[in-house]
Nanobody, 116 residues
Framework: QVQLVESGGGLVQAGGSLRLSCAAS????????MAWYRQASGNERELVAV???????NYVDSVQGRFTISRSNAKNTMYLQMNSLKPEDTAVYYC??????????WGRGTQVTVSS
């Protein structure tokens, strides 16, 4: 059974940085890609960044140049380095994984709050 556990969220001032981690366990070898999503209060969940098994990466335009997604296969962990944070980045950030059967797995989320 796949489990995804996020960590690293918190409160930071605008312009600051945070690093989120997503530790994966279970049948992770079937993962096709992993991604970070976020959901701000009152908004729909949106894709922030995705990294494929082959290492291809894509970002939503609003975080391009500020956020960096990466993964460590040895540690079964995905990261999101967030720099130059803005108040509009405030949201619950979720780790997602999609496997070869097109099943989606989600973590419980970690809160990121950016104060102005």
């Amino acid at each position: 059974q796949v489990q995804l556990v996020e960590s690293g969220g918190g409160l930071v001032q605008a312009g600051g940085s945070l690093r989120l981690s997503c530790a994966a366990s279970g049948n992770i070898f079937t993962f096709v890609d992993m991604a970070w999503y976020r959901q701000a209060s009152g908004n729909e969940r949106e894709l922030v960044a995705v990294i494929t098994r082959e290492g291809r990466i894509n970002y939503v335009d609003s975080v391009q140049g500020r956020f960096t997604i990466s993964r460590s296969n040895a540690k079964n962990t995905m990261y999101l380095q967030m720099n130059s944070l803005k108040p509009e980045d405030t949201a619950v950030y979720y780790c997602n994984a999609r496997d070869i059967y097109q099943d989606n797995y989600w973590g419980r989320g970690t809160q990121v709050t950016v104060s102005s």
